[in-house]
């Protein structure tokens, strides 16, 4: 898999892992009961913990860049 | 901050975080790179922190531990019209904080005393959830009450430390800071929320809500 393209699928899982434990975060805010909190910690934060896990899993484990083309990677170029 | 602050800081992070997602290519640039690591990174995780301890704060709340329907009865006790109910006594002369008086009661004033009565709100999810709930009136404290709690306010009180009653017998202060002789269950301060024991003419007091 070229470097791009594997740092913009990760990019995107990533973002999508965070961007349902973000929904699930602001409605267990707006749902007030006590499972909510619970909902929260356990699912939300599984969910924006793992998006975090797996995008800076994913700056450390980058193919080197070879071509001046889209995504993050530390290595130079 | 406000709970709809916390709702509006996690759906703007949720939406950079999908402009991430459409457009990954904006990573190429310095600042895309930075607006990356603050999108999955750090805006993520302040996010969870801030909602987290709304949500903690929340939990404190006297509508919170009412808004199970096992509570409702527990809430109406901090309405009885009578002085000899602790709860009821305490909660309608402001002596704990109204908006948070069940917590102010059971929480625990010691060491990870937070920690405990948020494991003590696990285990009544669990029960409420995944188990045969008791009646309320059958509903009984994880353990026996610690005069700690009360002395959280009352010690050093006047009208604790000088009472009539409580100097009655130069034993009975030393051995209630000791915790030796319960505030609530030695016959003294014992009637509390006496769930299902109110009878015909218990009346209701309704201020305060």
């Not at chain 2, 459409?22 to 995780?45: C, D, N, Y």
């Not at chain 2, 329907?69 to 904080?97: C, F, T």
């Not at chain 2, 010690?155 to 009655?168: M, V």
């Not at chain 2, 030393?174 to 269950?185: D, E, H, Q, T, W």
Request: glycine share 8%.
């Amino acid at each position: 898999m070229p470097p791009d393209d594997f740092m913009v699928r990760r990019l995107r899982i990533s973002g999508i892992l965070v961007i349902f434990g973000l929904l699930i975060e602001a409605f267990c805010l707006v749902w007030s009961r006590p499972i909510a909190f619970v909902v929260l910690v356990t699912l939300g934060g599984a969910l924006i913990g793992l998006g975090v896990v797996f995008f800076l899993h994913s700056l450390i484990s980058a193919p080197p860049h070879t071509t001046d083309s889209p995504g993050i990677s530390l290595h130079k170029q | 901050m406000p709970t709809i602050a916390v709702v509006i800081l996690a759906l703007f992070s949720a939406l950079l975080a999908g402009v991430l997602v459409v457009r990954p290519a904006i990573t190429v640039s310095r600042a895309g790179k930075i607006l990356a690591f603050g999108v999955l990174f750090f805006l993520p995780l302040f996010s969870l922190a801030v909602g987290m301890e709304n949500e903690m704060q929340r939990s404190k709340s006297t509508a919170f531990c009412l808004s199970c329907h096992i509570m409702e009865s527990y809430g109406k006790s901090l309405h009885v019209d009578d002085p000899s109910y602790l709860a009821a006594a305490h909660y309608q002369n402001h002596r704990v904080p109204a908006d948070e008086a069940c917590y102010t009661c059971h929480t625990n004033y010691a060491m990870f005393g937070s920690f405990k009565a948020k494991l003590g709100g696990l285990r009544h999810l669990y029960v409420f959830y995944l188990k045969k709930m008791p009646l309320p009136e059958d509903i009984k404290l994880h353990e026996p009450f610690n005069n700690r709690e009360c002395l959280h306010c009352h010690l050093g009180a006047r009208s604790f430390e000088q009472g009539a009653t409580h100097n009655a017998d130069p034993d009975t202060l030393p051995a209630v800071k000791a915790n030796k002789l319960s505030c609530i269950s030695s016959g003294c301060h014992d009637v509390v929320h006496n769930v299902g024991r109110w009878g015909n003419n218990v009346k209701f007091w309704d201020g305060g809500s």
